[in-house]
């Protein structure tokens, strides 16, 4: 096997948040301890509802933030905040609002060239301008484009101009925040198709955030569940989608009939909210939601064990037996 080009360890992200007036600060843990690694040409599909702490992870692989804890390897090299400047460049993300992270009154053509006059002295302005004119090719944009503004775009044509962007200093890993969940349903597989031909063609690593399973199914090779800030189910995209093992990524797969039509299984609903971050529960997180909830799950919390196909779950399904 290959070695990883970005190894995850034990990351973590910690908010103090105020309690107003009379409360003392809380501390939030937004990520509370996630372990991943990206191949070239791979995708890892991280899921789970809103809140979970993606787009917090999203943003410490991508060096926006800091990490509060645990580690982050990129090609072997420790991040640290001295070689921040250095290594972000080969990590790249690419926003579910692509209107928000375009300037509007930059031209297409400034907008591609603008990471490479940052970073890339070397070059000269032709060479910025015949790399810009490339990779807007290469996104299936036209060359007339080039002088276009961003709002003269649809909802679709401004995501590739995003993706654009995000590849023009050659990064090695793509991160991906929900990068179709602002289009229209009839756009969203042009894009996913786009990137499934870049990643082939440029051998990109993908972190590929999303709430929305549909989507996860087309593009994962392996995928991690999130719930609270920790992975409760971590898998290959056909393991995780034939044979959940964990109730909650059988609770969301049951939401999303069309992530797997082959499970035509009984919609799972489930009880009560998210608890807060704020106040994650002693056990298992999800034990609060969960009907298979046993006393022990208020007791421990099961971690999560094993290489291919592991969940954390005292009580999984589907395999073969309890934990
Ligand atoms: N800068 C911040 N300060 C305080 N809390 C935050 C901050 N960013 C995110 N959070 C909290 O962290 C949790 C995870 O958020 P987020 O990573 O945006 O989740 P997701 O992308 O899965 O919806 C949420 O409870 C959110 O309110
Ligand atoms: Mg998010």
Not at 29 to 52: H, I, M, P, Q, R
């Amino acid at each position: 096997m290959t070695d990883p080009v970005m190894t995850a360890t034990a990351l973590e992200r910690h908010y103090d948040v105020s309690g107003g007036l009379f409360r003392k600060a809380r501390t939030l843990k937004a990520v509370a301890g996630v372990d991943f690694k990206l191949y070239a040409g791979k995708t890892l599909a991280v899921v789970g509802e809103s809140g979970c702490g993606k787009s917090t992870l999203a943003r410490i692989v991508t060096m926006i933030e800091e990490p509060t804890a645990g580690a982050l390897k990129l090609e072997g090299n420790l991040v640290v905040p001295q070689n921040w400047a250095s290594l972000r460049k080969s990590v790249q993300i690419v926003f579910q609002d692509p209107y928000g992270s375009l300037n509007p009154r930059q031209r297409v053509g400034t907008i591609l060239e603008e990471p490479l006059k940052i970073n890339r002295p070397d070059m000269s302005n032709v060479e910025c301008t015949a790399k810009a004119r490339e990779m807007l090719g290469l996104v299936g944009l036209r060359p007339e484009h080039f002088e276009r503004y961003p709002h003269m775009f649809s909802g679709g044509q401004r995501q590739r101009i995003a993706i654009a962007r995000a590849l023009m200093l050659d990064p090695k890993v793509l991160v991906l925040d929900e990068p179709v969940s602002a289009l229209d349903l009839s756009i969203q597989s042009s894009v996913l198709n786009l990137l499934v031909d870049l990643q082939e063609r440029l051998q990109l690593a993908y972190l590929f955030v999303s709430h929305d399973l549909s989507v996860v199914r087309h593009v994962a090779d392996e995928v991690i569940v999130m719930y609270l800030g920790r992975a409760v189910e971590k898998g290959s995209r056909e393991s995780i989608f034939n044979a959940p093992f964990h109730p909650y990524t059988k609770a969301l797969l049951s939401a999303t009939p069309q992530a797997n039509p082959r499970l035509k299984k009984e919609r799972i609903k489930l009880e009560g909210e998210i608890p807060s971050p704020l106040a994650i529960p002693d056990g298992c997180p999800f034990a609060p939601r969960c009907w298979k909830v046993q006393n022990k799950c208020h007791q421990q919390r099961p971690g999560l064990a094993g290489e291919a196909h592991s969940a954390a779950c005292f009580f999984p399904e589907n395999s073969g037996g309890t934990a």
